[in-house]
């Protein structure tokens, strides 16, 4: 049984001579969230406004709840879609309050949810104020509020955490999760990518239009040979002594050993009496993106000089 929320299939879109997206397949099963990453001009809005049907394909298929975004039909299934674009803009003349009321008038959401998502975003105690008024993490909370508007079944969230401070960005990926664990998918474009990676179940990332990779993190790590970084106290220099680990030390007490590798290091270390103590971190989504972006713009040079 297909449990696709969302499918692309042999996408392009061009704007004149530029290519923005090309041969784009992916897939968003329900309850998933999908982390899209990529440089400015990568392709990532461009994608968002596929799926929202503002913009048409040049060619391949778009489906969303079993629609093509453009059809006629797929109108009411807009319902179901919260989006929040990464520059949001207000009517600043009306408050706070009007302007999530109006945005529940235009979803047929209920009301009740208006003074809840205020709460939620910490606008409760600036609601009745003018939007001009707003600083740019207010104006981004509000944004969010009226993404989370009608408890969407798919939610596009284009630089959700620009603006946000830390505790704002923690109450956002809280509703996320919560979000996600009522059976909502929903796509998080983001530039800011520590604290990302234990929200999202898989990542695509994007380079001049074209998928470099995708895939779950675990995934993506292994198809990318990145090593784990162990480090350890009290064993100090009886590291080098033991010709098995030797040659996975990069300094004193720190190894980068092959993921296969990992536990059987991890049994090893373990047998050293003086051992205090041990940190294992897997690459990070960091590492992980700069890997594929940097493989793929050598891959596009190669090509562009061979030709």
Same mark, same amino acid.
């Given at each position: 049984m297909?449990?696709n929320i969302? $499918?692309l $299939?042999?996408?392009n879109?061009n704007?004149?001579?530029?290519?923005?997206? $090309?041969?784009?397949n992916l897939?968003?099963?329900a309850?998933?969230?999908?982390?899209?990453?990529?440089?400015?001009g990568?392709g990532?809005?461009?994608?968002? %406004?596929?799926?929202?049907g503002?913009?048409?394909?040049n060619a391949?298929?778009v489906?969303?709840?079993?629609?093509?975004p453009n059809h006629k039909?797929?109108w009411?299934?807009?319902?179901?879609?919260?989006?929040?674009?990464?520059?949001v803009s207000?009517?600043?003349?009306?408050?706070g309050?009007q302007?999530?009321?109006?945005?529940a008038?235009?979803?047929?959401a209920d009301?009740?949810?208006?003074?809840?998502l205020l709460e939620?975003v !910490?606008?409760?105690?600036a609601?009745?104020?003018a939007v001009k008024t707003y600083?740019? !993490?207010?104006r981004q909370?509000? !944004?969010?509020?009226?993404?989370?508007?009608?408890?969407?079944?798919l939610?596009l969230?284009d630089e959700?955490t620009v603006?946000?401070?830390?505790m704002?960005t923690k109450d956002?990926?809280?509703?996320?999760?919560?979000?996600?664990?009522s059976?909502a998918s929903?796509?998080?474009?983001?530039?800011?990518?520590?604290?990302?990676e234990q929200?999202?179940?898989n990542a695509?990332?994007l380079?001049?239009?074209?998928?470099v990779a995708?895939?779950?993190?675990t995934e993506l790590r @292994?198809?990318?040979?990145?090593?784990?970084?162990?480090?350890?106290?009290?064993i100090?220099?009886?590291l %080098?002594e033991? %010709? $098995?680990l030797?040659g996975?030390m990069v300094?004193?007490n720190q190894?980068?050993v092959?993921?296969? @590798?990992?536990? %059987?290091?991890?049994k090893q270390l373990?047998?050293?009496?003086?051992?205090?103590?041990i940190?294992v971190e897997?690459?990070?989504?960091?590492?992980?993106?700069h890997?594929?972006?940097?493989?793929?713009?050598?891959l596009?040079?190669s090509q562009?000089k061979?030709?």
């Amino acid at each position: 049984m297909n449990n696709n929320i969302l $499918t692309l $299939t042999s996408v392009n879109k061009n704007y004149g001579k530029l290519k923005a997206l $090309t041969a784009i397949n992916l897939e968003l099963q329900a309850g998933e969230v999908l982390g899209l990453f990529g440089h400015n001009g990568a392709g990532k809005t461009t994608m968002m %406004k596929l799926i929202l049907g503002i913009v048409k394909a040049n060619a391949g298929d778009v489906s969303v709840f079993g629609l093509d975004p453009n059809h006629k039909s797929a109108w009411e299934g807009r319902k179901k879609i919260g989006y929040l674009p990464e520059n949001v803009s207000f009517y600043d003349q009306l408050s706070g309050l009007q302007v999530l009321s109006y945005f529940a008038r235009l979803k047929s959401a209920d009301k009740k949810q208006v003074a809840e998502l205020l709460e939620k975003v !910490g606008l409760s105690g600036a609601q009745n104020r003018a939007v001009k008024t707003y600083s740019k !993490g207010m104006r981004q909370r509000l !944004g969010l509020a009226q993404a989370f508007l009608g408890e969407p079944k798919l939610l596009l969230l284009d630089e959700p955490t620009v603006g946000l401070d830390p505790m704002a960005t923690k109450d956002f990926y809280n509703s996320v999760d919560q979000l996600k664990s009522s059976g909502a998918s929903i796509i998080l474009c983001s530039h800011v990518l520590p604290g990302v990676e234990q929200h999202i179940d898989n990542a695509v990332i994007l380079n001049q239009g074209q998928i470099v990779a995708k895939g779950s993190l675990t995934e993506l790590r @292994e198809q990318a040979s990145l090593p784990v970084s162990i480090t350890t106290q009290g064993i100090n220099g009886a590291l %080098k002594e033991a %010709k $098995t680990l030797a040659g996975f030390m990069v300094s004193n007490n720190q190894l980068l050993v092959p993921e296969p @590798e990992k536990v %059987k290091v991890i049994k090893q270390l373990m047998t050293f009496d003086s051992i205090s103590d041990i940190n294992v971190e897997s690459a990070s989504l960091e590492k992980i993106y700069h890997h594929y972006l940097q493989n793929s713009q050598a891959l596009n040079e190669s090509q562009e000089k061979s030709q």
